[in-house]
């Protein structure tokens, strides 16, 4: 009996030691910092914010720009390389240097050489002596003589004051195209009174040389004049008189841009005008049939 009394006695007091069990004790230890990392998700959206916005602000200025920038723009994107020389700036200066195709560009650069030319003194003096028209060949711009002389001394290839001026502000002003220009020197029927080796089909060649010297020097580039012919009294401008004085003249024509490669359009290589071209054109038949021989 001890035994058994000493054995319920240690499960007694082993039952009421199992119902008074403590609690465990929970510890928690806070770490001071900064957060984890959040990613760069919100940078990608906000790079992609600001580009559609650039991209707007692109939009809206070309919808507010002239045409000649649209279709630089538009043809810079599709050959980058093909379309450099389109716009930008020349040794001449800087300014808009793009192809005039159209006669809408011509209209424009009619309007832009009448505005320059209304800046020259004397104007009143000259307003009969200048034509800018619109043609097929291009913009042709005409300086008409009169009976004095208004560009060139009387029967000479010398250019005066008034021809200078006004052929070094039109160089200035079509240096900054890239078309290539054709001179031409044209007379009256009037024969040259002077040298007996000299005529007018030299005077009008000399006289389209010395504005082609003189507009080199002035502004256009080394290769923009593709042409310089002497016409004499073979094209006149009034018809009906032939001794008139406006029949002396120089004619300037900005070509028309061929699109190809180099060169612009030649006006006068048609080959119903040219005895040459029919020449060279048998020359060359007569050619193959010896070849063929």
């Not at 040794?91 to 005039?100: M, R, Y």
């Not at 209304?118 to 307003?127: E, T």
């Not at 003589?145 to 560009?151: A, L």
């Not at 094209?235 to 002396?248: E, F």
Request: charged share 25%; proline share 3%.
């Amino acid at each position: 009996m001890p035994w058994r009394e000493r054995r319920h006695g240690r499960s007694g007091r082993s039952g009421i030691n199992t119902g008074m069990l403590t609690p465990p004790i929970i510890i928690i230890k806070k770490k001071s910092g900064h957060g984890g990392h959040h990613g760069g998700a919100w940078k990608v959206a906000y790079a992609d914010f600001v580009t559609a916005l650039m991209a707007l602000f692109i939009v809206l200025w070309l919808m507010n720009s002239s045409q000649r920038i649209q279709v630089a723009v538009s043809g810079y994107f599709r050959d980058p390389n093909g379309t450099a020389t389109k716009a930008g700036s020349s040794v001449t200066g800087s300014g808009q240097s793009l192809p005039l195709k159209k006669n809408e560009d011509m209209a424009k650069l009619k309007e832009q050489l009448q505005k320059t030319i209304q800046s020259m003194n004397d104007l009143d003096k000259l307003n009969k002596n200048i034509e800018i028209t619109v043609t097929a060949e291009g913009l042709r711009i005409e300086l008409l003589e009169s009976e004095k002389g208004t560009f060139f001394d009387s029967g000479s290839a010398t250019l005066n004051k008034t021809g200078q001026e006004m052929l070094a502000l039109l160089a200035v002003e079509l240096g900054k195209v890239p078309n290539h220009l054709s001179i031409e020197g044209h007379t009256d029927a009037k024969p040259f009174s002077g040298k007996r080796s000299y005529s007018n089909w030299e005077l009008s060649a000399d006289r389209a040389n010395a504005a082609r010297r003189l507009m080199q020097q002035s502004g256009l580039r080394p290769d923009q004049v593709s042409q310089v012919r002497g016409f004499a009294d073979q094209r006149l401008r009034n018809l009906k008189d032939a001794l008139d004085p406006s029949n002396r003249r120089i004619s300037i024509i900005v070509q028309y841009f061929s699109g190809t490669a180099d060169e612009a359009e030649s006006p006068g290589d048609d080959t119903k005008e040219s005895g040459e071209g029919k020449l060279s054109a048998a020359g060359a038949k007569a050619e193959s049939e010896n070849v063929g021989k």
